[in-house]
C-alpha cells in the first residue's frame, strides 16, 4: 500500500529537523572549544566534548514531544473504522477503491482511509485523516488555515471559510469542472474531498453525510 503523501514526509522533515538542529548546537560547541582560549588554557580546563548521536536522538525526541503538545497521548482512530464511514455509494455514484492505513514514526501517529466514487465523467475523491497524534505538526499540513482567501475570475475561485467548526477551503476551475474541499479542525480531523462535475455544495453535502465531526469520539 502507498502511503500517504505528505504525512510521511513530514516525519521525515521533522525529525530531520531536530537531529540537524541537535548536530549544530554539538558542531558549534565543538568548534568553540577549538579556538584558543587563554583563561581555558591557563586553568589547564577541557575542551567540552560535542553531544553523541544517542544525545542528538533524546532531543530530537524531546522537540519532537514539544510539537506534539497535549497531542502526544492521542491514539487516532484506526483506519478500518475511519474506512467504515466510507459507504458504498456516494451522491449516486458507486464506490471504485476503498484503502486505508495507520502509521507512525517517533512516537507521532495517524490514520487514513480513502475512497473513490465513480460513473461516466463524473468522479469523486474522499480522504479521511486523523492526525491527532501528531499535534501542532498537523498545521504545517494545512496552512491555508492561517490565511484568509477570496479569488475569483473567469477561470474558477477559490476562498476559505469556516465550516461548522472546522476550517474550510475551496477551490472551482471553470475549464475542467474540477472542485475541492479540504477542512481541518484543531484535534487534527482533516477531510480531502475532490472531483470532477461535482460542485462544491455536493462536497459539502458528502462531508455532512460522513459526519466527520464525530470522529474524535472513535479515538480509543
Not at 514526509?9 to 560547541?29: E, M, W
Not at 533524546?58 to 478500518?80: D, H, L, Y
Not at 491527532?132 to 476559505?160: C, K, L, P
Amino acid at each position: 500500500m502507498k502511503p500517504v503523501r505528505f504525512l510521511l514526509p513530514l516525519f521525515l522533515i521533522v525529525i530531520t529537523q531536530a537531529l540537524l538542529s541537535c548536530a549544530g548546537d554539538s558542531a558549534d560547541k565543538a568548534s568553540e572549544s577549538a579556538v584558543p582560549n587563554a583563561e581555558n588554557s591557563s586553568a589547564g580546563t577541557d575542551a567540552a566534548e560535542p553531544a553523541t548521536m544517542q544525545d542528538a536522538m533524546k532531543q530530537a525526541q524531546q522537540q519532537i514531544e514539544n510539537i506534539q503538545g497535549a497531542n502526544k497521548n492521542v491514539t487516532p482512530v484506526n483506519f478500518r473504522k475511519l474506512k467504515e464511514l466510507l459507504p458504498d455509494k456516494m451522491l449516486d455514484l458507486p464506490r471504485t477503491k476503498h484503502t486505508g492505513e495507520s502509521a507512525g514514526a517517533m512516537g507521532m501517529k495517524f490514520s487514513s482511509a480513502e475512497a473513490r466514487y465513480q460513473e461516466g465523467e463524473k468522479r469523486l475523491n474522499v480522504k479521511l485523516i486523523d492526525a491527532g497524534g501528531i499535534g501542532m505538526a498537523t498545521m504545517g499540513m494545512a496552512a491555508w488555515t492561517t490565511v484568509e482567501i477570496d479569488r475569483e475570475d473567469d477561470n474558477g475561485y477559490e476562498r476559505t471559510s469556516n465550516w461548522g467548526n472546522f476550517k474550510a477551503y475551496e477551490k472551482c476551475r471553470t475549464a475542467d469542472k474540477f472542485c475541492s474541499l479540504k477542512l481541518y479542525n484543531e484535534k487534527g480531523i482533516m477531510a480531502e474531498l475532490d472531483g470532477y462535475g461535482i460542485p462544491v455544495a455536493d462536497l459539502k453535502r458528502v462531508a455532512e453525510q460522513l459526519n466527520i465531526s464525530s470522529i474524535p469520539g472513535m479515538r480509543e
